[in-house]
């Protein structure tokens, strides 16, 4: 049978809204709504029968379109199960993210199509149905090895928050400076402009700690400020993150098989430091006379407190 267990309350935040449910060859839709509709999560479990009735042998594909609403209209997702025995949890509260996150996009065929196309068919296939399900990549170990941006030993002996981004294209400054959007929309889409590219580069915005090592490679500049709870992962602890990846293994059994080891410049290493709440890596340093500079990886627009736009 297909059932559905005690949904969970909704706090204020964005509740569940059922757009369809299928089981097998039967629309569900009336019932899912019935029991999931404006809750915070709520899971299925796919058995032989729904509602007392039989269906063919070894159909027991399960798909349901919702969305989290909160006066805004929001994207509709799909999330599908077809095998007996198997549980499907939706879950506004693990979607509660960056539309462009990684964790978004990796489910999405078509928006997350050039996020997916940098990742091995396996891997992407994993996370998707991980994402699917209400899981993530969210690691202690891996928020352990970062520290915060306060407390980061930055070369030039600054503790500002304020990063630097120099590009040739007009099309961010044009981004930033919206009026009519929020900061946080503004923040968000700066990053849809950037993981539209078909280059892992393009996935991240690299920004340096210093005004000025970094101007040669554009005449407009962004300056970022983050906010004061973002975390910082050291360039020499990248090598850690397998360990990390190994102890998310046997709560997630398939990851390292289906995504391989953690390397530099790949989307399972922006997602793992996203999930789990990782802002930046220090990927270069570079002492110099006058303090230094050092550049990173900005991995994703949930810790930005402000974007501010000017021409160099």
Not at 11 to 35: C, F, M, N, Y
Not at 37 to 45: G, L, P, R, V, Y
Not at 154 to 179: C, M, W
Not at 198 to 225: C, H, K, M, W
Request: glycine share 8%.
């Amino acid at each position: 049978m297909l059932s559905i267990l005690s949904p969970s309350a909704n706090a204020a935040g964005p509740g569940i809204e059922i757009v369809r449910a299928t089981w097998s060859d039967r629309d569900v839709t009336e019932l899912a709504q019935k029991h999931c509709e404006q809750a915070d999560s709520c899971t299925f479990n796919v058995e032989k029968q729904v509602l007392g009735v039989r269906v063919r042998h070894g159909r027991f594909d399960l798909s349901v379109s919702w969305k989290c609403s909160q006066g805004e209209p929001s994207e509709v997702l799909v999330s599908r199960v077809n095998e007996q025995g198997r549980s499907l949890n939706l879950s506004c509260a693990s979607h509660q993210r960056a539309r462009n996150s990684f964790a978004s996009l990796i489910q999405d065929p078509v928006r997350g199509a050039k996020v997916r196309a940098l990742m091995p068919p396996a891997c992407s296939q994993f996370l998707s149905k991980l994402y699917q399900d209400g899981g993530s990549l969210k690691s202690q170990c891996v928020t352990d090895l970062s520290e915060s941006v306060d407390s980061f030993p930055f070369l030039s002996g600054k503790q500002d928050r304020v990063f630097y981004h120099y590009t040739n294209s007009e099309a961010p400054g044009k981004i930033v400076s919206d009026s009519l959007k929020t900061e946080a929309d503004r923040h968000d889409e700066l990053f849809t402009f950037f993981r539209n590219r078909s280059s892992v580069a393009n996935l991240v915005l690299f920004v340096a700690e210093d005004p000025i090592s970094s101007q040669s490679y554009g005449s407009y500049r962004l300056t970022v400020t983050l906010k004061p709870d973002a975390r910082v992962l050291r360039g020499s602890k990248v090598d850690k993150l397998e360990t990390c990846v190994k102890d998310l293994d046997e709560s997630h059994p398939g990851l390292s098989d289906s995504c391989g080891e953690v390397r530099i410049y790949t989307v399972l290493m922006y997602a793992l430091l996203e999930d789990s709440g990782v802002a930046l890596w220090d990927y270069y340093g570079a002492p110099d006379g006058g303090g230094g500079s050092e550049w990173f990886q900005l991995v994703g627009p949930e810790s930005i407190e402000k974007i501010e736009h000017s021409r160099r």
